[in-house]
C-alpha cells in the first residue's frame, strides 16, 4: 500500500472557525482528563502498605482496573450521554485523542521518552475516517463541519483514496493534511549480484567501495565558459 499526506491550507468561515476552536478545547480537556486518571491511578499505586504520604493521598479501591485506552474510551462514550460539552465534538475526533495519549504512554515505556505533560494548548486532532465523495475543487466535506473551503495548492493524487484527515492550527492559519492511501504497492528493489557502497566525497564528488574517486563535474562553471 502506498500512502501520501498532502496539506492544504483551510479557509474557514466564521462558524467553522468557531467549531475547531471548539474541538480543540474538548480535546485538550479529554487529553488532560485522560492523563490526570491514569496519573492518580499510578500514585495510589506508589503509597507504602504501612505509611499514608502527610501531603496527599490516591483513595482508590485496589482492584480498580488500570485506565487504559479501553477502559477511558468506554467511560467516554457512558459521559457523552450527559456531558453537553462531549456531546458536541464528533466521537472518533475524541476516541483519536484517548489514542494519542495511549500512544504517548507506550513510548514513554517502550522507547524511553519522559513522562507525558499536560496540555495548555493542543494544536491539531483527527478525523479518523473520511465521508464519501468528500473532495471537491477548492472545498472538503469533513464530519461535523461540512463543506470547508482550502487554498487547493496542488491537485488531489490520482488513484488514491482520501483516508484520515487532520485539521492543525498554526500561527498563519488553519492547515488541513489529508493522507491519502493506494492499494497498489510500491515493488521491491531488484536485487543484483553485486552490491556498490556509493559516499559524498571531501575532495572527490563520490567515492565508491571500490576506490573510484569521481571528480565533480561543476555543470555550472562549464556552462559559462
Request: with cysteine.
Amino acid at each position: 500500500m502506498i500512502t501520501l499526506t498532502y496539506q492544504y491550507k483551510l479557509k474557514p468561515n466564521k462558524q467553522q472557525e468557531a467549531d475547531i476552536n471548539l474541538m480543540l478545547d474538548v480535546c485538550k480537556s479529554v487529553y488532560n482528563y485522560g492523563l490526570r486518571e491514569r496519573k492518580d491511578w499510578l500514585n495510589s499505586r506508589k503509597s507504602p502498605i504501612n505509611s499514608c504520604s502527610i501531603v496527599s493521598e490516591y483513595i482508590i479501591p485496589a482492584d480498580t482496573p488500570y485506565p487504559n485506552y479501553n477502559h477511558q474510551a468506554k467511560n467516554l462514550t457512558i459521559a457523552k450521554k450527559t456531558n453537553t460539552k462531549l456531546k458536541s465534538v464528533n466521537a472518533q475526533v475524541l476516541q483519536q485523542t484517548l489514542k494519542t495519549l495511549e500512544r504517548a504512554f507506550s513510548d514513554m515505556k517502550y522507547l524511553g521518552k519522559g513522562f507525558p505533560r499536560f496540555k495548555k494548548k493542543l494544536r491539531s486532532f483527527v478525523f479518523p475516517a473520511m465521508l464519501k465523495n468528500c473532495l471537491g475543487n477548492n472545498r472538503v466535506k469533513l464530519p461535523q463541519l461540512g463543506w470547508i473551503k482550502i487554498r487547493q495548492s496542488r491537485q488531489y493524487p490520482d488513484g488514491f483514496q482520501a483516508k484520515q484527515a487532520r485539521i492543525v492550527k498554526k500561527a498563519t492559519g488553519y492547515y488541513l493534511m489529508i493522507i491519502f492511501t493506494s492499494s497498489e504497492s510500491a515493488p521491491d528493489n531488484p536485487v543484483g549480484k553485486k552490491s556498490l557502497g556509493i559516499d559524498a566525497g571531501i575532495e572527490s564528488f563520490v567515492a565508491t567501495s571500490t576506490g573510484k574517486l569521481i571528480k565533480s563535474p561543476k555543470f555550472l562553471l562549464s556552462q559559462l565558459r
